[in-house]
């Protein structure tokens, strides 16, 4: 008899199955929505996705809405396997359940065992992402040159108007309307999200990530060295294909896109400055994050070195943009308020960087992040949001803490022309929230700092006594107050 394949709803596309006969399983459990409040668009992707897949695979698949996932696997006749599943959670309990068979990971390139023996090789300082790409891409044969080497990595992208035509539009269908009333009922019951619904903007089945795939190699990969870290009010997009909810549903298998991304280096269709960024997302940033959440042991969730212990203010927490002045912050957060998605750079250094510089408590900031974001899971938040943005794992993930002033921001976006503070002001009412924040960072964390030669030079270049006390005064007069 087959077992059943039970998918995940990240686990979505086509390379989660073998055989073409094997029956699956899906489940929706409203449970799972109601624990903490998610995105509305990320809601309605989740459910979109899994609906759009039952319908793909017709008599096979078995679809059930249950209170909770152990209710719909005593449902099931037959015996049911699942592909390793994303969260230390999710796999707890799997492995509880009697008779479910745990199949290895798929959906990745890199596999635990050899991270492990690269990680334990290198375990004497931190882990760093660029020296486990170069170890991927030899070990997957990816953009190797002829003498067996791999490029160094490359330069910083310069800012300039890009217009590359728009992605294929993703057309609601019946499905859509159906979540839509759905979650509009939910709703109503108590089930409680954040951000603004709208129409649906990221692919829910394989054929329309495919087709966003095929769009971003052939049209904003050629571009994508150039603009992939820059900031934009006017283009939230830039060179970006917004695929990462595909790549997280399962809709995508990263492999085939690396080696795709790869052939349109070889054949002189995009420049390998453009290339090399983009592989460099998919075989290094998230082979890593992904490997690392399995490596590291579970309590990294809880690391918080630099004792950052206030809590999120309301307003950020609830999207709340219009409370917001700072042109950059105002923009970013409405961003992820409208469309629950802005790429790496606002993350880091627009919304990361300020919790960073206000001591904000990390792992709810890593929560809010993947609640709010149409890509966030678990395992990506815990490195990039733990390790790289809060730099409260004491360095293990990333060599600096990713906190900048408004002159960093104003260099690498359009954001600060317009903006009623001034990027270089630390004090005074044109002061600079980000510039301030970043001053009374350091002030606050000097001891903890020195170790990294930027920040102290930093510290030493700010660091005169009458200046230090007015911004501290200053900073925390503003406190949790929307800047
Ligand atoms: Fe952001 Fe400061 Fe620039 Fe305004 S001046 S846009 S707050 S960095």
Known sequence: MHRRRWLLADQLGPHFLDDPDQPVLLVE????????PMHRQKAHLILSALRHRAVELGDRALLLRTATFREALAQVAEPVEVCHPPSR??????????????????????????????????????LRMNDFYRHARRQHGVLV?????VAPPRRPAAAAPTAPPAP?????????AEVRLDLDRWAADGVRFVG?????????????????????????????????????????LLAHGVLSSSFNLGLLDPEPAVRAAEQAWRTGAAPRTAVEPFVRGLLGWREFLWQLYWYFEPRFRGANWLAANEPMPEWFAELD???????????VLAAVRDRAWTHHTPRLLVLGNYGLQRGWRPAELADWFQRCFVDGTDWVMNATVIGMSQYADLGRVDTRPYAV??????????????????????LGDLACPYTGGFESFLYRNRERLVADPRLAAELTRRDEPEHREAVLAQEEKRGSTAP
């Open 168 to 176: 294929p539009a993703i057309v609601e269908d019946d499905i859509d």
């Open 89 to 126: 959670a999710a796999l707890r309990f799997a492995r509880s359940v009697p008779g479910l068979t745990v199949l290895p990971p798929r959906g990745f390139i890199t596999d635990h065992a050899d991270f492990a023996a690269w990680a334990d090789r290198t375990r004497r300082g931190p």
């Open 145 to 149: 040159t002829s003498s067996g080497g």
């Open 405 to 426: 002033d408004g002159a960093d921001i104003d260099e690498i976006s359009d954001y600060c022309t317009g903006c009623r503070y001034s990027p270089e002001r630390a």
């Open 196 to 236: 603004r619904d709208g129409p649906r903007r990221y692919p829910a089945t394989h054929a329309e990530a495919q087709a966003r795939l095929t769009h971003f190699l052939t049209h904003r990969l050629p571009e994508y060295g150039r603009y992939a870290d820059v900031m934009s009010a006017d283009d939230p």
């Open 321 to 331: 943009a219009d409370a917001v002045e700072a042109h950059c912050l105002a923009d």
């Open 29 to 36: 459990t409203r449970e799972w929505f109601r624990q903490r």
